[in-house]
């Protein structure tokens, strides 16, 4: 054995340690073993660095370019979606389900494109079926590989093999030889899978991508706060909007997806109506919900007790700003007509007959025209100190006229052990929330009229509710409401490739610190719902509209992608995941494919090399706008690109040295004799343990000599060796280095390679002893 084969042989063993142990990154090793390849003279200058520019590492990071152009146009999405049927179903169902997939697709189209094509919708697949992607990202590989070679032209190796026999001076390969053999491979791959191969895989939960979600659910704990809520039949909600239910102010909490018949819309519209059936997913504390739940909160009472305790206490009076009043400038909070006065507004028009419609946020000014209810003596003593002018009190048979539908009288018992039970009128927020007013308190047979929003409720006190039907049918409707599922599962169905929830930050230069969120109207301005605040390590869920912004507070934020990517051009704001906040450029969607298809044939029908095809079309995405040069850039795994270029240069070593003769040709002269199935065992054992290092192309190259040699010196059929050397290299499985597709899923699957090499040489293996079995069948070795 020559020094340099020495040599060689221990470059070759120290890089695999080093894959092996995961001491070193492995595009770092790569390039260690080209320099000590260049270094040592076992390779030329031009030789180490012909892996740059090797029509395999151009492939590859075109085909990650041509991946993101799909991604970001929503093709891959829809080419995925299918599979998406099967995120509800066992692992068994899903792996099945997807490993065939991936099969058949790589029996037309190349595989290293066929992983990159499935990738994000397997990501997906992996979030929605409340998956790690480490469970599904190998699996996907390893079904790109093994259909593979389904069929002529669907691997260099098959393509090499049957050129070789062209040569050689023999019939060429049919494109479908391959199919029977491949197709063995591709059922026992699978089965292995689904009953050994699935529990060698990692769950690495950690290999979820950015952007997902899964790495906002511990912080937020989104799982304990996510349940679904149904509709019941005759519930006064049917056929409301969601706005006009008042859900979120009401219950705290924010509506997320609503299911109807089975079809799921996230992040529903506040305009959309809702139905008896419908299934809502929502966010929130569950707590919340069941405290307006049916007797616990409040009682209905007969409508005869409001004539008995209200009587005509109650009247209604109108008039204008006084000029000089103090009320001039202030909101209707800030008046202290409530609080200090025991009066309630009605209506509020200005001077010049308009209608207010915000009364919360409106500030009186001079000439302002009110509506206003309370007892006689609280309204007269507002024209005493000047605050009203004008005031002009409105006849029992005329108050409906004026006041419209805002005049309906509910009497509701507050029953022991009621939530609202020792708190303020304020807090239980019957006006904010619905709209009603508290306009007389009974207690001890005693009646307030217009009771101080700081009234304390206690136990058995009556309250004399007064609004419109309608916020009274809500507000019964919405004690109707149970929780009907919690799981947190609930959380994979939320985001799609338009819906989003990310964090995002106040800027430092930020004008909004000390503001609340329903002052600067954000889900009316920007469409998108805020689930949480996180402020001094803690997530709070309720009372956000109100909650003053604070420098260091992240908002939580859920809504469409493109709203998310409008907020992140925002100064005030910092989106901290800009992936989440991409919206898929949908109209490019038909152009990205149109350039995709042209790439995969050109490249089948041989009008240009799959690199240079790959190369124009990556070029091509960008230029059409599909995507940016700078998310071309950031597409490309480059740790990929540098492994594969460092590597390239070791096939080149190995041939140079004449390891690789000098040890098939000693292998198989051993086996010569011992019959054509030893053979087949020997060549396949010597071209399936090269393809882990050595590149497919560069390995059948190799072996074809060897394996048409010895065809002719034992008197083997060639077909049936060159078949065996097809199969055997792209028998690629136990090592992430053998094949792009696997380098593919290393990172966003957070595997080892020690994880490749517990499912991938199980499997090579089997596909050895189907090769051994049926080739020789399949091919006789010495003819019909």
Same mark, same amino acid.
């Given at each position: 054995?020559? @020094?340099?084969?020495?040599?060689?042989?221990?470059?070759?063993?120290?890089? @695999?340690?080093?894959?092996?142990?995961?001491?070193?990154?492995?595009?770092?090793?790569?390039?260690?073993?080209?320099?000590?390849? !260049? #270094?040592?003279?076992?390779?030329?200058?031009? %030789?180490?660095?012909?892996?740059?520019?090797?029509?395999?590492?151009?492939?590859?990071?075109?085909?990650?370019?041509?991946?993101?152009?799909?991604?970001?146009?929503?093709?891959?999405?829809?080419?995925?979606?299918?599979?998406?049927?099967?995120?509800?179903?066992?692992?068994?169902?899903?792996?099945?389900?997807?490993?065939?997939?991936?099969?058949?697709?790589?029996?037309?189209?190349?595989?290293?494109?066929?992983?990159?094509?499935?990738?994000?919708?397997?990501?997906?697949?992996?979030?929605?079926? &409340?998956?790690?992607?480490?469970?599904?990202?190998?699996?996907?590989?390893?079904?790109?590989?093994?259909?593979?070679?389904?069929?002529?032209?669907?691997?260099?190796?098959?393509?090499?093999?049957?050129?070789?026999? /062209?040569?050689?001076?023999? +019939?060429?390969?049919?494109?479908?030889? @391959?199919?029977?053999?491949?197709? !063995?491979?591709?059922?026992?791959?699978?089965?292995?899978?689904?009953?050994?191969?699935?529990?060698?895989?990692?769950?690495?939960?950690?290999?979820?991508?950015?952007?997902?979600?899964?790495?906002?659910?511990?912080?937020?704990?989104?799982?304990?706060?996510?349940?679904?809520?149904?509709?019941?039949?005759?519930?006064?909600? $049917?056929?409301?909007?969601?706005?006009?239910?008042?859900?979120?102010?009401?219950?705290?909490?924010?509506?997320?997806?609503?299911? *109807?018949?089975?079809?799921?819309?996230?992040?529903?519209?506040?305009?959309?109506?809702?139905?008896?059936?419908?299934?809502?997913?929502?966010?929130?504390?569950?707590?919340?919900?069941?405290?307006?739940?049916?007797?616990?909160?409040?009682?209905?009472?007969?409508?005869?007790?409001?004539?008995?305790?209200?009587?005509?206490?109650?009247?209604?009076?109108?008039?204008?700003?006084?000029?000089?009043?103090?009320?001039?400038?202030?909101?209707?909070?800030?008046?202290?007509? *409530?609080?200090?006065?025991?009066?309630?507004?009605?209506?509020?028009?200005?001077?010049?007959? $308009?209608?207010?419609?915000?009364?919360?946020?409106?500030?009186?000014?001079?000439?302002?025209?009110?509506?206003?209810?309370?007892?006689?003596?609280?309204?007269?003593?507002?024209?005493?100190?000047?605050?009203?002018?004008?005031?002009?009190?409105?006849?029992? $048979?005329?108050?409906?006229?004026?006041?419209?539908?805002?005049?309906?009288?509910?009497?509701?018992?507050?029953?022991?052990?009621?939530?609202?039970?020792?708190?303020?009128?304020?807090?239980?927020?019957?006006?904010?929330?619905?709209?009603?007013?508290?306009?007389?308190?009974?207690?001890? %047979?005693?009646?307030?009229?217009?009771?101080?929003?700081?009234?304390?409720?206690?136990?058995?006190?009556?309250?004399?509710?007064?609004?419109?039907?309608?916020?009274?049918?809500?507000? %019964?409707?919405?004690?109707?409401?149970?929780?009907?599922?919690?799981?947190?599962?609930?959380?994979?169905?939320?985001?799609?490739?338009?819906?989003?929830?990310?964090?995002?930050?106040?800027?430092?230069?930020?004008?909004?610190? &000390?503001?609340?969120?329903? $002052?600067?109207?954000? /889900?009316?301005?920007? &469409?998108?719902?805020? #689930?949480?605040?996180?402020?001094?390590?803690?997530?709070?869920?309720?009372?956000?509209?109100?909650?003053?912004?604070?420098?260091?507070?992240?908002?939580?934020?859920?809504?469409?992608?493109?709203?998310?990517?409008?907020?992140?051009?925002?100064?005030?704001?910092?989106?901290?995941?800009?992936?989440?906040?991409?919206?898929?450029?949908?109209?490019?969607?038909?152009?990205?494919?149109?350039?995709?298809?042209?790439?995969?044939?050109?490249?089948?029908?041989?009008?240009?090399?799959?690199?240079?095809?790959? #190369?124009?079309?990556?070029?091509?995405?960008?230029?059409? &706008?599909?995507?940016?040069? +700078?998310? !071309?850039?950031?597409?490309?795994?480059?740790?990929?690109?540098?492994?594969?270029?460092?590597?390239?240069?070791?096939?080149?070593?190995? +041939?140079?040295?004449?390891?690789?003769?000098?040890?098939?040709?000693?292998?198989?002269?051993?086996?010569?004799?011992?019959?054509?199935?030893?053979?087949?065992?020997?060549?396949?054992?010597?071209?399936?343990?090269?393809?882990?290092?050595?590149?497919?192309?560069?390995?059948?190259?190799?072996?074809?000599?060897?394996?048409?040699?010895?065809?002719?010196?034992?008197?083997?059929?060639?077909?049936?060796?060159?078949?065996?050397?097809?199969?055997?290299?792209?028998?690629?499985? !136990?090592?992430?280095?053998?094949?792009?597709?696997?380098?593919?899923?290393?990172?966003?699957?957070?595997? *080892?390679?020690?994880?490749?090499?517990?499912?991938?040489?199980?499997?090579?293996?089997?596909?050895?002893?189907?090769?051994?079995?049926?080739?020789?069948?399949?091919?006789?070795? @010495?003819?019909?």
């Amino acid at each position: 054995m020559s @020094f340099d084969i020495l040599l060689l042989l221990l470059i070759v063993a120290a890089a @695999f340690v080093l894959f092996v142990s995961g001491w070193l990154r492995v595009d770092l090793v790569g390039l260690l073993v080209l320099s000590a390849l !260049a #270094l040592t003279g076992l390779i030329s200058h031009e %030789e180490a660095l012909a892996g740059f520019s090797s029509p395999a590492v151009v492939t590859v990071w075109g085909l990650f370019i041509l991946s993101a152009g799909l991604t970001r146009t929503g093709i891959a999405h829809q080419l995925g979606r299918p599979l998406q049927y099967f995120a509800k179903g066992s692992e068994v169902s899903l792996l099945i389900a997807l490993m065939a997939a991936a099969s058949l697709l790589s029996a037309l189209i190349n595989t290293v494109t066929v992983a990159a094509i499935l990738l994000p919708s397997t990501m997906e697949l992996a979030r929605r079926s &409340g998956r790690s992607p480490s469970r599904l990202l190998m699996p996907l590989a390893l079904g790109c590989l093994l259909g593979g070679p389904f069929t002529g032209i669907s691997t260099p190796s098959n393509i090499l093999a049957t050129d070789a026999l /062209r040569n050689g001076g023999f +019939e060429p390969f049919a494109i479908f030889d @391959f199919t029977p053999i491949t197709a !063995a491979i591709v059922v026992s791959g699978i089965a292995f899978m689904i009953l050994f191969g699935r529990r060698l895989l990692p769950d690495k939960r950690a290999g979820h991508p950015a952007g997902d979600g899964s790495s906002l659910t511990a912080p937020y704990q989104l799982d304990r706060y996510i349940f679904t809520i149904s509709i019941p039949a005759g519930s006064p909600l $049917d056929g409301r909007t969601l706005a006009e239910s008042r859900l979120g102010s009401a219950l705290y909490v924010t509506v997320l997806a609503l299911q *109807r018949k089975g079809v799921m819309t996230l992040a529903p519209h506040p305009d959309g109506v809702l139905l008896a059936g419908d299934t809502l997913i929502v966010h929130g504390s569950p707590d919340h919900l069941k405290r307006y739940h049916a007797s616990h909160h409040l009682q209905m009472e007969s409508s005869d007790l409001v004539k008995d305790n209200l009587g005509g206490a109650l009247q209604m009076a109108e008039g204008h700003i006084a000029e000089g009043s103090s009320l001039v400038g202030k909101t209707l909070a800030e008046s202290g007509l *409530r609080r200090r006065h025991r009066v309630h507004v009605l209506a509020l028009s200005r001077s010049s007959n $308009d209608e207010v419609k915000d009364l919360r946020r409106h500030r009186l000014a001079l000439g302002d025209r009110l509506l206003l209810q309370g007892d006689h003596d609280s309204l007269e003593l507002l024209t005493n100190q000047n605050l009203i002018a004008d005031l002009r009190f409105v006849t029992a $048979d005329n108050q409906k006229n004026r006041a419209g539908d805002r005049m309906e009288l509910l009497p509701l018992r507050v029953p022991s052990g009621s939530v609202l039970a020792d708190r303020d009128l304020v807090e239980s927020r019957l006006g904010n929330v619905f709209g009603l007013t508290v306009v007389g308190l009974v207690r001890d %047979e005693k009646l307030q009229i217009m009771p101080s929003p700081h009234e304390k409720i206690q136990a058995n006190d009556l309250l004399i509710l007064q609004g419109s039907r309608s916020d009274i049918e809500i507000m %019964e409707g919405l004690q109707d409401l149970t929780i009907s599922e919690q799981t947190s599962s609930l959380v994979a169905e939320l985001e799609s490739q338009q819906i989003g929830v990310t964090e995002v930050l106040l800027s430092p230069r930020t004008s909004l610190a &000390g503001k609340n969120l329903a $002052d600067l109207l954000f /889900r009316e301005k920007y &469409g998108i719902n805020v #689930l949480a605040i996180w402020r001094k390590g803690r997530a709070y869920r309720s009372g956000l509209q109100d909650m003053p912004l604070k420098f260091g507070d992240a908002l939580l934020v859920y809504g469409q992608r493109q709203s998310l990517e409008a907020l992140s051009r925002n100064p005030d704001f910092l989106v901290l995941d800009a992936a989440a906040a991409r919206a898929p450029r949908l109209k490019k969607a038909r152009l990205s494919m149109v350039i995709m298809v042209s790439v995969i044939v050109s490249a089948i029908l041989g009008i240009v090399p799959i690199s240079i095809a790959a #190369l124009t079309g990556a070029a091509l995405m960008v230029l059409a &706008g599909c995507l940016s040069m +700078e998310e !071309a850039y950031q597409a490309i795994e480059w740790k990929v690109v540098f492994l594969i270029a460092g590597m390239l240069p070791l096939g080149a070593a190995i +041939e140079n040295t004449g390891a690789a003769q000098m040890g098939a040709a000693a292998l198989i002269t051993a086996v010569g004799d011992l019959g054509p199935r030893w053979v087949v065992t020997a060549l396949f054992t010597v071209t399936v343990l090269g393809t882990q290092i050595i590149p497919t192309a560069a390995l059948v190259v190799l072996m074809a000599p060897i394996a048409l040699s010895t065809a002719a010196a034992l008197g083997i059929s060639p077909h049936l060796l060159m078949m065996t050397v097809a199969i055997s290299a792209s028998s690629s499985f !136990a090592s992430p280095l053998s094949h792009p597709a696997h380098l593919l899923v290393m990172g966003p699957g957070g595997y *080892r390679f020690t994880d490749y090499m517990k499912v991938g040489i199980p499997i090579t293996f089997l596909s050895l002893l189907l090769s051994v079995w049926l080739l020789p069948i399949l091919w006789p070795p @010495f003819g019909p």
